[in-house]
């Protein structure tokens, strides 16, 4: 059973930076997708940044410059460092995982229903 767990979040002033992480278990064996996605208030859930087991990112061009996905393989932890925090990254960030199979092509544009696993999510506010 795949579990996830997001921490990381709180509140920052613009131009600030923060750094999430996502402690996760049970992911396939197999080729493998994982990622960020965001929800603000009143919006659906917009995919951020992804990788795929090949190691291979992909960024949606709201944070492309921005933000950096990256894993720690051997510690099962899934990064996501924020720089030039703007307010409107305000949101509740969430990680989120399935096997290559399903999240098929491995990017941010996949809609987030088709996506098996989440974690929790983690709040991430950016304001003066």
């Known amino acids: 059973q795949v579990q996830l767990v997001e921490s990381g979040g709180g509140s920052v002033q613009p131009g600030g930076s923060l750094r999430l992480s996502c402690v996760h278990s049970?992911?396939?064996?197999?080729?493998?997708?994982v990622g960020w996605y965001r929800q603000a208030p009143g919006k659906g859930r917009e995919g951020i940044a992804t990788?795929?087991?090949?190691?291979?990112?992909t960024y949606a061009d709201s944070v492309k410059g921005r933000f950096t996905i990256s894993q720690d393989n051997a510690n099962q932890i899934l990064y996501l460092h924020m720089n030039s925090l703007k307010p409107e990254d305000t949101a509740r960030y969430f990680c989120?995982?399935?096997?290559?199979?399903?999240?098929?092509?491995?990017?941010?544009?996949?809609?987030?229903?088709?996506?098996?696993?989440w974690g929790q999510g983690t709040q991430v506010t950016v304001s003066s």
């Open positions: 989120a995982s399935d096997a290559l199979v399903s999240w098929n092509p491995c990017t941010p544009q996949v809609h987030y229903e088709t996506i098996e696993d």
């Open positions: 049970g992911l396939t064996h197999g080729p493998y997708c």
């Open positions: 990788l795929g087991s090949d190691a291979w990112t």
